[in-house]
Nanobody, 115 residues
Framework: QVQLVESGGGLVQPGGSLRLSCAAS????????MGWYRQAPGKQRELVAT???????NYADSVKGRFTISRDNAKNTVYLQMNSLKPEDTAVYYC?????????WGRGTQVTVSS
């Protein structure tokens, strides 16, 4: 069984920054890929960024150049550095991990970008 411990959400002004983190823990957990998705009110959940154990990344077009995903394999932790935040980035952000036990999702953390 895998548990995802997520933190870093909050309220920030437009143009500001936030850093999200998510650690996958459990017996012999070793995620092959981790990432972040988000869901705004009234919208479907969408991919934000993913990263493999080897460091290969991909991003949604809407966040390229502003967000950076990174990973600490020793800690099974994924990070999302979010810069130049816009009001349209407001959403619940969900951590994702693909492990040998199957896919897992975090509970979500609220990110609100507003003046």
């Amino acid at each position: 069984q895998v548990q995802l411990v997520e933190s870093g959400g909050g309220l920030v002004q437009p143009g500001g920054s936030l850093r999200l983190s998510c650690a996958a823990s459990g017996s012999a957990v070793n995620p092959n890929a981790m990432g972040w998705y988000r869901q705004a009110p009234g919208k479907q959940r969408e991919l934000v960024a993913t990263i493999t154990r080897g460091g290969s990344t991909n991003y949604a077009d809407s966040v390229k150049g502003r967000f950076t995903i990174s990973r600490d394999n020793a800690k099974n932790t994924v990070y999302l550095q979010m810069n130049s935040l816009k009001p349209e980035d407001t959403a619940v952000y969900y951590c994702y991990a693909a492990t040998q036990f199957g896919p897992y999702w975090g509970r979500g953390t609220q990110v609100t970008v507003s003046s």
